[in-house]
């Protein structure tokens, strides 16, 4: 659930990205056959933006609100985590990222 609770996202078995306003009962797909099943998510209202890190440890950013190409691949080519990631956070009203994996890289 998003931090005013006005949506709720979601992913699905079928390798879906799924935002459903609470106000409208409308629901809207953001993402469609992700690669592998969604271990961890976090919304940010600023960007109005959903990342998640699925089980294969990839990092996206979902745009909910843009249709052409609605997500990017998040890569930290200087600092990569080579263990799982265990912990994902999107501080309110920043742009940063902030991931953790099993050894303490961040």
């Known amino acids: 659930i998003t931090p005013l609770g006005q949506r709720i996202v979601s992913a699905g078995y079928d390798h879906s990205l799924v935002i459903t306003d609470l106000v409208s009962r409308k629901s809207t797909v953001i993402g469609r056959d992700l ?5 961890f998510m ?3 209202e600023a960007s109005q933006s959903v990342v998640t890190v699925t089980v294969d440890n990839s990092i996206t950013l979902w745009v909910t609100h843009q249709s052409a ?9 200087s600092n990569p985590h080579l ?17 953790t994996d099993r050894d303490g890289i961040v």
Not at 35 to 39: D, E, L, R, S
């Open 35 to 39: 690669p592998c099943a969604t271990k």
């Open 42 to 44: 976090e919304y940010s």
């Open 69 to 77: 190409r609605p997500f990017s691949e998040l890569k930290d080519t």
């Open 83 to 99: 263990a799982p990631i265990v912990g994902l956070e999107v501080p309110q009203g920043s742009p940063r990222v902030v991931t």
